[in-house]
């Protein structure tokens, strides 16, 4: 279980990784708990999304998988380190079996390009 601190320390870094990988035009601490990531709110992208899904599985080893968890994983930072902090078993075992494996990201950016939707 994490403390209420660790929570707090986890959406610092990730408002400052959302503004690192997506190149927003506001600071992190500009950036609310519950704001929208995509779409209304911080108006970030399908791309940004995808930078967001790479960014989270390289720091944090947890895949956001597509359709609606992804969808439920990156509402607002606080969906995204509730996500992170209690990933479903499936995104769970999926980042274990890579980093037992080694394998590649490569599979892992086609399979993910479809759960950040299109653009308009």
């Not at 790479?54 to 895949?63: C, E, H, P, Q, S």
């Not at 769970?92 to 079996?97: G, L, M, S, T």
């Amino acid at each position: 279980m994490y403390s209420t601190s660790d929570t707090e320390q986890l959406k610092a870094d990730l408002k400052s990784m959302i503004v690192e990988e997506c190149d927003t035009d506001c600071e992190a601490d500009e950036i609310s708990d519950d704001i929208r990531l995509i779409g209304e709110g911080l108006e970030l992208d399908s791309l940004d999304a995808l930078q967001i899904a790479l960014a989270v599985k390289d720091r944090y080893g947890v895949r956001i998988e597509g359709g609606p968890q992804s969808r439920r994983a990156m509402a607002s930072v606080a969906a995204l380190a509730a996500f992170i902090q209690n990933p479903p078993a499936e995104a769970a075992k999926a980042a274990h079996e890579a980093g037992m494996n080694g394998a590649a990201d490569t599979g892992d950016v086609s399979q993910n390009t479809g759960s950040v939707g299109s653009r308009a």
